[in-house]
């Protein structure tokens, strides 16, 4: 009876209609870095894995407080969280983890400036390549070799995307068949690049693209709406670096 099954999914919960993190009622997290302010809504984290980092100031312009890359960059993971996509009877069906980096180009390439297109484009396929190529045979920057992961490896495949009035560079990964993991990137400052990493992942054996859950659709739409509540305030140094490279484009 029609009547019986909304009344279970109101009690029971629904597996056509996932729990999702509410970021409108989060507190904001203010990330201090290096007097550029990321302003992100930090809602309470629900998956089964622990953090055991804490995140708000850091200089990150300093290489030598940041991990050492093996292209010669320094990076260091700023923001970790994680949610659990939940339905009837509170089963998990799936997942979010997010995490967010800085990584530091300025002993890579003294010249660098970010906010210059081409520099920061060289520097997401670099990034991607790191994030997926491993896992293929024989792939190197610009070929994807052999293997099943799947990702851009030219600036053509990659997409200009804005949340809230900020224009990020959107890359993605994964497995064939696989849902691909979206990554934002964002300049920083001259020399560093920011970036998000969500890695989408199905529980239990489920397929992530079934039909019997709306995982797709609410994995993208925590995405989505994670991303649409990230601000940033630009140091003095970091705006005067995005004006000469403006003045020089």
Same mark, same amino acid.
């Given at each position: 009876?029609?009547?019986?099954?909304?009344l279970?999914?109101?009690?029971? =919960? @629904?597996?056509?209609?996932?729990?999702?993190?509410?970021?409108?009622?989060?507190?904001?997290? #203010?990330?201090?870095?290096? =007097?550029?302010?990321?302003?992100? !809504?930090?809602?309470?984290?629900? *998956? +089964?894995?622990?953090?055991?980092?804490?995140? =708000?100031?850091?200089?990150?312009? &300093?290489?030598?407080? %940041?991990?050492?890359?093996?292209?010669?960059?320094?990076?260091?993971?700023?923001?970790?969280?994680?949610w659990?996509?939940?339905?009837? $009877? @509170?089963?998990?069906?799936? =997942?979010?983890?997010?995490?967010?980096?800085?990584?530091?180009? @300025?002993?890579?390439?003294?010249?660098?400036?970010?906010?210059?297109?081409?520099?920061?484009?060289?520097?997401?396929?670099?990034?991607?390549? $790191?994030?997926?190529?491993?896992?293929? #045979?024989?792939?190197? %920057?610009? &070929?994807?070799? &052999?293997?099943?992961?799947?990702?851009?490896?030219?600036? !053509?495949?990659?997409?200009?995307?804005?949340?809230? $009035?900020?224009?990020?560079?959107?890359? @993605?990964?994964? #497995?064939? $068949?696989?849902?691909?993991?979206?990554?934002?990137?964002?300049?920083?400052?001259?020399?560093?690049?920011?970036?998000?990493?969500?890695?989408?992942?199905?529980?239990n054996?489920?397929?992530?693209?079934?039909?019997?859950?709306?995982?797709?659709?609410?994995?993208?739409?925590?995405?989505? #709406?994670? +991303?649409?509540?990230?601000?940033?305030?630009?140091? *003095?140094?970091?705006?005067?670096?995005?004006?000469?490279?403006?003045?020089? *484009?």
């Amino acid at each position: 009876m029609k009547w019986l099954n909304v009344l279970k999914n109101r009690v029971l =919960g @629904s597996d056509l209609a996932l729990t999702r993190p509410d970021f409108t009622h989060s507190p904001e997290l #203010e990330l201090d870095l290096s =007097g550029n302010k990321v302003i992100l !809504k930090h809602a309470a984290h629900t *998956a +089964m894995f622990p953090i055991d980092q804490t995140f =708000g100031k850091q200089d990150v312009l &300093d290489v030598s407080k %940041l991990l050492k890359g093996k292209d010669g960059n320094y990076g260091e993971r700023i923001y970790l969280r994680g949610w659990t996509m939940r339905g009837r $009877g @509170s089963k998990s069906w799936g =997942g979010v983890e997010l995490s967010g980096f800085i990584v530091n180009y @300025s002993q890579v390439d003294k010249d660098i400036n970010l906010f210059r297109q081409r520099d920061l484009l060289k520097v997401v396929l670099l990034e991607t390549h $790191g994030q997926f190529g491993l896992q293929n #045979e024989g792939s190197k %920057l610009g &070929d994807l070799g &052999d293997g099943f992961y799947q990702y851009p490896v030219s600036a !053509k495949e990659l997409k200009a995307v804005s949340f809230s $009035g900020l224009k990020w560079v959107m890359s @993605s990964g994964g #497995e064939k $068949g696989e849902p691909k993991w979206p990554l934002f990137f964002i300049p920083l400052s001259k020399e560093c690049v920011l970036f998000f990493r969500f890695k989408l992942k199905a529980y239990n054996g489920l397929d992530y693209f079934s039909p019997e859950t709306n995982l797709q659709q609410t994995c993208d739409a925590v995405v989505k #709406e994670f +991303m649409q509540n990230v601000t940033i305030e630009y140091s *003095a140094q970091s705006l005067a670096d995005k004006k000469q490279a403006e003045a020089t *484009a």
